[in-house]
């Protein structure tokens, strides 16, 4: 099994910009999850999906932040425009049967927005 | 609400020191408490965790019980190593789908 999977790992833009994040949980898994790291705020949840469809978006910071599921194997988180604000490290991670056993977690994309 | 509170880092051990990292919490009903490793570069990896109160997880010499009485879940190892350091995460979740995470306390490990 390969894990769950993030492209790019880093992506430097500028502001203004649109900006895609891409996932591709583990096969199987049911529930994908959006996380952005900051040293600031720590782990936040931005979004989650349970069969693809979005069950809570309440952490998605504003309107500039899009995500979506067509299939059960690829996500995408967009950002546009862009700003510096947003420079972070987004991880996706997926899981199965409610998490119980936890997540599984993607290596993440560093976005820096200069 | 939920959340989580981790001691401040970074914590610096020698190497086969006992390590304890404190993590309490606040949770609106039973929650299942977990902690994560994260190594530099990379995702956070699940170390070990217990789903109801007095559960002990354990994983690679790592230990943790859950304490309802005093809403605990401290980690502990009795000899760390250098490839331990990184920064550990205490977490909850009450439904399995919604993880509350502390801010994290690095590790780092002297030889």
């Known amino acids: 099994d390969a894990g769950v999977i993030q492209s790019p790992r880093h992506e430097v833009t500028e502001m203004g910009q649109e900006v895609t994040l891409r996932c591709k949980p583990i096969s199987g898994h049911n529930s994908l999850f959006w996380y952005r790291q900051t040293m600031m705020r720590g782990l936040e949840l931005l979004i989650y999906?349970?069969?693809?469809?979005?069950?809570?978006d309440s952490g998605m910071p504003e309107d500039r932040f899009s995500a979506k599921m067509p299939n059960a194997s690829f996500s995408t988180l967009k950002i546009q425009p862009s700003e510096p604000r947003d420079s972070a490290v987004y991880f996706c991670?997926?899981?199965?049967?409610?998490?119980?056993?936890?997540?599984?977690f993607g290596s993440g994309t560093r976005l820096t927005v200069v | 609400g939920d959340s989580v509170t981790q001691m401040e880092g970074p914590v610096t051990l020698s190497e086969e020191a006992f390590l304890t990292i404190n993590c309490t919490y606040t949770?609106?009903?039973?929650?299942?408490l977990f902690w994560y490793v994260q190594y530099p570069g990379e995702g956070l990896q699940l170390l070990l965790k217990a789903t109801k109160a007095d559960d002990k997880g354990s994983n690679k010499g790592f230990e943790a019980t859950y304490r309802k009485e005093t809403t605990s879940f401290h980690l502990e190892k009795g000899s760390v190593q250098v490839s331990d350091s990184a920064v550990y995460f205490c977490a909850l979740t009450e439904d399995f789908n919604k993880f509350y995470f502390g801010s994290g306390t690095k590790l780092n490990v002297k030889p």
């Open positions: 949770a609106t009903g039973y929650p299942s």
């Open positions: 991670a997926s899981s199965s049967g409610g998490a119980i056993y936890g997540y599984t």
């Open positions: 999906f349970n069969n693809n469809v979005p069950i809570d």
